[in-house]
């Protein structure tokens, strides 16, 4: 069982990931909430590190924020294309729930939940990448998405390999 630090920095960690993710689905300006991530990271780590009981908690939540940390910077100006708001909503329900069922307030399933919402997006975003892949016109436009989507894509990877590890701590 993790300490409740520990829960705690994880909760805040993905709060932090949340904020950022439905800043950018809502065409908001990001940079208070990339602006949180760094020091989000920094304290989870050093709460897990102190934590002997759950050094897997780190890896796959850390390797998010990092992957969301780029997203910024990749995005183009809003109005966003599809399917990126309506994926990057659901990045932010996904790290919501991670951040409720790490503080306690998770109901039960929420690692399901959290797995179901990951499938369906890495399924639109598979669709998405193999489409920009395919198209041979604006080839470096499409790289481009192609990148975004297959970062998005890990972010919920790493989500739901988070809440399971979590689930089993908490």
């Known amino acids: 069982m993790a300490k409740r630090r520990t829960l705690k920095a ?5 709060s932090a990931g949340a904020a950022l993710a439905g800043a950018l689905a809502a065409g908001r300006d990001p940079s208070a909430q990339a602006e949180a991530l760094p020091p989000a990271a920094a304290a989870l780590r050093g709460a ?7 050094p897997e908690l780190l890896e796959p939540l850390e390797t998010l924020l990092a992957c969301a940390e780029k997203l910024p910077a990749l995005l183009p100006p809003p109005p966003l294309p599809e399917p990126l708001p309506r994926s990057l909503d659901s ?3 996904a790290l919501s729930l991670l951040a409720d069922l790490a503080s306690g307030r998770g109901r039960s399933g929420a690692a399901g939940q ?5 499938a369906a997006e890495a399924r639109e975003l598979r669709l998405a990448r193999r489409a920009a892949e395919s198209d041979p016109a604006g080839f470096v436009e499409n790289l481009k998405f192609s990148n975004i989507y297959s970062g998005l894509e890990d972010c919920f990877f790493r989500a739901e390999e988070e809440a399971g590890r979590l689930a089993r701590h908490v």
């Open 10 to 14: 994880v909760s805040a960690a993905a």
């Open 48 to 54: 897990v590190s102190a934590d002997g009981s759950a």
């Open 91 to 93: 990045l932010r329900r």
């Open 114 to 118: 959290i797995g179901a919402i990951a």
